[in-house]
C-alpha cells in the first residue's frame, strides 16, 4: 500500500506543472493588455516601465519560469487594482470558501450518503421514489437559481437571514457568523446532495443483487448487520464521487458567492475577470485547479484504505 500511495503522490507532481502550463498559457491568449485596461490612457513611457516592472515585457516562456518558481516559494506577483500581494489576498479568500465548502459538504454528503442508502436498501418504496425525485429535483435545478430563490424567500421577504457578506468581525462559532453562512452553504449543498444520493442508491442497489448478500442472509446475519456490510462495499465509489463532488463545490462556487457577496475565491475570481487583474486571476485560477488535483489524490489515498483491493490491483 505505501508504493502505491507513493506512486499516486509521484503521478501528482507532472500533473500539477501541466496545470500551472495550461493556467498560464490561457489567461495570457486573452487578447488586450492589461496594464492598459487598469490604467487606462497613459504615458507610453510609463506604460513601458510598468510592463517591465511586471515583466510583462519578456517573452511568455521565460514569463511563464519566472511566474512558476516564484509561486514555488509563496510569491505570486501583486494586485494590478490594489497593489495587494496576491498570495495574502489568496489566503484570506481560500479560507472563507473553505468554510463555507465545509458547511455545505457536511450537511450535502451526510444526507445525500443516508438518503441514497436507505432508498436503495428500501427499493421500490414510496421512501425509494420520494428520495430518487428530490435528487432529480437537486441536480436539475441551477444553484445560483436557487441561492436567488433563498434570498428573496429568506432574506426579502421574511427577514430572518442576511443575504450578502460573511459577517464581519464575528467569530466563527458566533450566531452572526452561522446567519450568513447559512442560505449560501444550503444553496451549495443542494447539486452534491442530489449526485451522492443517486450514486448511494445505485451502488446499493447494485450490491444487494450480488451473492454474498444472499450467504450472509443464510447465516442469520440481521439486516443491520447485512447493511454495514453493503455500506462498507459501496464505499469506495461513494468516497471517489464525494471527492469529486468536494472539489466542485468549491470550483463551482463563484455565482453563488457572486449572489451572496461572499468574500472567497469564486467571488474574488469574479472580480479579477472583470478588472482583468492578471496576477490575482493567475493565482485564483491555479489555487482552485490545484485543489481539484489534491482533492483526487487525497481521495484515492482513502480508497485504498476503504478496500485494499485497489492498491493490490
Not at 509561486?71 to 497593489?83: N, Q, W
Not at 437559481?145 to 443575504?163: D, E, H, K, R
Not at 465509489?237 to 463551482?252: R, S
Not at 487583474?277 to 489555487?287: A, H, K, S
Request: with cysteine.
Amino acid at each position: 500500500m505505501f508504493y502505491y500511495i507513493l506512486r499516486r503522490v509521484l503521478y501528482t507532481i507532472p500533473i500539477a506543472i501541466g496545470v500551472s502550463l495550461i493556467v498560464f498559457t490561457l489567461v495570457h491568449l486573452a487578447p488586450g493588455d492589461p496594464l492598459s485596461a487598469v490604467m487606462g490612457e497613459v504615458d507610453q513611457k510609463m506604460l513601458a516601465e510598468m510592463r517591465a516592472s511586471f515583466g510583462y515585457d519578456k517573452p511568455l516562456p521565460l514569463q511563464y519560469l519566472i511566474w512558476l518558481g516564484s509561486a514555488l516559494t509563496g510569491d505570486m506577483g501583486y494586485s494590478l487594482r490594489t497593489g495587494a500581494p496576491v498570495f495574502r489576498t489568496l489566503i484570506d479568500a481560500a479560507a472563507n470558501t473553505m468554510v463555507l465548502g465545509v458547511a455545505a459538504s457536511f450537511v450535502g454528503f451526510l444526507l445525500g450518503t443516508s438518503a441514497g442508502m436507505f432508498a436503495g436498501y428500501h427499493h421500490g418504496t414510496w421512501v425509494d421514489k420520494a428520495v430518487s425525485a428530490a435528487a432529480i429535483a437537486g441536480v436539475s435545478i441551477p444553484h445560483y437559481w436557487l441561492a436567488i430563490i433563498l434570498v428573496i424567500v429568506f432574506s426579502v421577504q421574511l427577514g430572518w437571514l442576511p443575504s450578502m457578506g460573511a459577517g464581519a468581525g464575528a467569530s466563527l462559532l458566533s450566531w452572526d457568523a452561522w446567519k450568513h453562512m447559512l442560505l449560501p452553504a444550503i444553496a451549495l449543498a443542494a447539486i452534491p446532495c442530489a449526485i451522492v444520493a443517486r450514486t448511494a442508491r445505485a451502488c446499493v442497489m447494485e450490491i444487494l443483487g450480488m451473492e454474498f448478500v444472499e450467504a450472509l442472509r443464510a447465516r442469520g446475519l440481521s439486516e443491520r448487520r447485512i447493511l454495514l456490510h453493503v455500506s462498507r462495499n459501496a464505499l469506495p465509489t461513494v468516497l471517489a464521487v464525494i471527492g469529486l463532488q468536494f472539489a466542485h463545490l468549491l470550483g463551482g462556487s463563484i455565482l453563488v458567492e457572486v449572489v451572496f457577496s461572499w468574500p472567497g475565491t469564486g467571488y474574488l475570481l469574479n472580480l479579477a475577470i472583470f478588472d482583468r487583474d492578471i496576477p490575482v486571476l493567475q493565482g485564483t485560477i491555479l489555487l482552485l485547479a490545484l485543489f481539484f488535483v489534491l482533492t483526487n489524490l487525497v481521495v484515492d489515498i482513502l480508497q485504498t484504505f476503504a478496500d485494499p483491493r485497489i492498491s493490490r490491483a
